[in-house]
């Protein structure tokens, strides 16, 4: 059996950005950590998106920033300035390259496709595959997007298309969100939120072919990239052990009301790192307590009153941009969430927070 000083499970975004942070600051210097990580080759698989609010290491693998996004409702439609707070996307083919390149320079660093010949007992472990219940009761985000490239100049590449409702809900939350890379070049995605058992909301491609044909009335446009995935709206099971943080979604940096992961990430990446001398000792990072108070009250609220959402996500861009942005990513004052809930309908969270 092979013993290093840190294993990490999962070498998909929480265990590199994790395994980069600990490199660049030389804390790896005389220390062995191993990835474990199944795939056998990395190449584009997903856009991680965000509003700017911290800063990272990635800034490299940006493909796109954006000072402007909108969202319309089958009624209203809103464009929102987001100047200092930009909108990023990263091309996460780019943020694979990068990490590997550096890691594969220090002989401490190790890869193994399983976790058979390692020592757990003797390494502190960092786990980035969750663990969940099986509940069809739970909420998932899941989404199917594919970049699309048009002969001509057909989209206005300054705005994000943050959520478009104006597509068939199904008595499920069901938006498109359209990434402009270039005015010809698009990455443009059906987005649901649902019970993850309910198959019949899953005929992706159908709906992008319609979206893409009625609402913005392209013909012609070749596919160039597909992705695929689901977030879990919930929190996955996280049962303290010795040696051992889970990291990543497993170790609840998703914020539930929103799927919003990769800053969190970042975020818990650099406390790690600034504890790892101390880490068996050190508490565990997590987001703080309020906002998952508040996620789980609007998550009921989605739950009991779907139809209602549209409205409520477009009230919630009519305050302040710079309070929306910072309450959904964990960086609100008490100013910030109260001028959120004042726009919110008071009877159905009134309700939501008595459970009924």
């Given at each position: ?117 390692v020592d757990t007992n ?21 989404f199917y997007g594919v ?210």
């Amino acid at each position: 059996m092979k013993e290093f000083d840190y294993v990490i499970i999962g070498g998909g975004c929480s265990g590199l950005s994790l395994a980069y942070e600990l490199e660049i600051h030389k804390k790896l210097e005389n220390k062995t950590l191993v990835i474990i990580e199944p795939r056998n080759e990395y190449k584009r698989d997903k856009t991680w998106s965000f509003w700017k609010t911290i800063d990272h290491n990635f800034s490299d693998c940006v493909i796109k920033s954006w000072n402007n996004f909108s969202i319309q409702t089958s009624t209203k439609s809103k464009d929102v300035k987001c100047d200092n707070f930009q909108y990023q996307s990263i091309d996460s083919g780019l943020f694979y390259r990068k990490i590997n390149e550096k890691l594969k320079k220090n002989k401490n660093i190790f890869f193994s496709k399983d976790i058979k010949g390692v020592d757990t007992n003797s390494s502190f472990i960092f786990n980035s595959l969750p663990t969940f219940k099986k509940n069809h009761n739970d909420l998932w985000q899941h989404f199917y997007g594919v970049e699309i490239e048009t002969q001509n100049s057909l989209f206005n590449d300054s705005t994000v298309n943050l959520m478009d409702f104006n597509c068939e809900q199904r008595n499920s939350v069901h938006f498109f969100y359209i990434l402009p890379f270039q005015k010809n070049k698009a990455l443009i995605e059906t987005t649901w939120l649902s019970k993850g058992n309910n198959d019949s909301l899953k005929d992706y491609d159908n709906q992008i072919k319609d979206y893409i044909s009625n609402r913005l009335k392209i013909d012609n446009y070749k596919i160039t990239y597909k992705e695929e995935g689901s977030i879990p709206l919930f929190y996955p099971l996280n049962i303290k052990e010795k040696n051992k943080i889970n990291i990543g979604t497993a170790g609840g940096m998703t914020r539930i009301s929103t799927g919003y992961t990769f800053l969190n990430i970042q975020a818990q990446s650099k406390y790690i790192r600034k504890n790892i001398d101390n880490i068996k000792s050190s508490r565990i990072f997590k987001i703080k307590a309020k906002y998952k108070y508040l996620d789980k009250i609007f998550l009921k609220v989605l739950e009991n009153n779907s139809q209602k959402m549209p409205g409520i996500f477009f009230e919630m861009f009519n305050t302040s941009s710079d309070s929306a942005i910072k309450f959904l990513s964990n960086k609100s004052s008490i100013f910030d969430d109260l001028s959120i809930i004042l726009k919110m309908p008071k009877w159905i969270f009134i309700k939501a927070i008595f459970g009924k």
